[in-house]
């Protein structure tokens, strides 16, 4: 399908407009192959990233990232909330933990395949 001049427009204004880095986005396909930045990842980018998963798990600083926000959204959620906004916000930090805990994992687990 061809993309008209409004559309390529968009795409080129949103993607000016992000603060996102996309080669820094982690993605995986339905075989389990593993891309950064839409490239695949290459098995010495992905054993080094393994090594430092395996680091970053067993420092304090990974668990202390980890334990305040869920602090802060408990609080939120079940000792100040006021509103179903508060439910959500308490939910919303869970989600980016467990998004930060998932790709972490990803790299942890990663088996190079001969």
């Known amino acids: 399908m061809k993309k008209t001049l409004d559309e ?3 795409e080129k204004v949103a993607r000016l407009l992000s603060v996102i880095d996309m ?5 995986v ?3 389990g192959l ?4 839409g490239e695949k990842a290459d098995d010495i980018r992905l054993s ?3 090594a ?6 067993q420092m304090e600083i990974w668990t202390l990232l980890n334990e305040t926000p869920k602090k802060l959204a408990q609080d939120t959620m079940f000792v ?8 959500k916000k308490g939910k919303s930090i869970l989600f980016l933990l467990s998004q930060q805990n998932n790709i ?3 790299f942890k687990n990663y088996v190079h395949k001969k």
Do not use: P
Not at 52 to 57: L, N, V
């Open 29 to 31: 396909n339905k075989l």
């Open 34 to 37: 593993i891309f950064i930045g």
């Open 48 to 50: 080094n990233l393994r």
């Open 8 to 10: 390529l427009a968009d």
């Open 52 to 57: 430092e998963a395996e680091a970053i798990t």
């Open 23 to 27: 080669h820094k986005i982690v993605t």
């Open 80 to 87: 100040h909330s006021e509103s179903l906004d508060d439910m």
């Open 104 to 106: 972490v994992d990803l």
